[in-house]
């Protein structure tokens, strides 16, 4: 009960720093064209907060190259929020990770 309201209380203030996703028929979130710009982490971080599956990460981000644990990536620099590196919990979904 407390995680579940210190949860609403910080996807709340989330909110606040940036525009809602956009809902979509399925209940999904509308996919964001292209790669992250520093002004939409508030959104990222508030969509990754609300532990999503890989599949809605590709869903709404299909732009954005997502690296599961035990994949295969190349190390090169990026200057941009193009390649997320995921953490995943026992049950497959996103509760973390970071862009390389």
Do not use: H, W
Not at 24 to 43: C, H, L, Q
């Amino acid at each position: 009960m407390l995680r579940t309201a210190l949860a609403l209380s910080l996807l709340s203030l989330a909110a606040c720093a940036a525009p809602p996703p956009q809902p979509m028929a399925d209940n999904t979130t509308a996919p964001v064209a292209g790669f992250i710009v520093e002004s939409e982490r508030p959104a990222f971080d508030a969509f990754i907060a609300m532990r999503p599956t890989t599949e809605q990460f590709r869903a709404r981000y299909p732009d954005v190259t997502l690296v599961l644990p035990g994949m295969i990536a190349t190390k090169e620099m990026r200057m941009n929020f193009s390649r997320y590196f995921a953490q995943l919990d026992d049950a497959g979904r996103i509760v973390g990770g970071r862009f390389q």
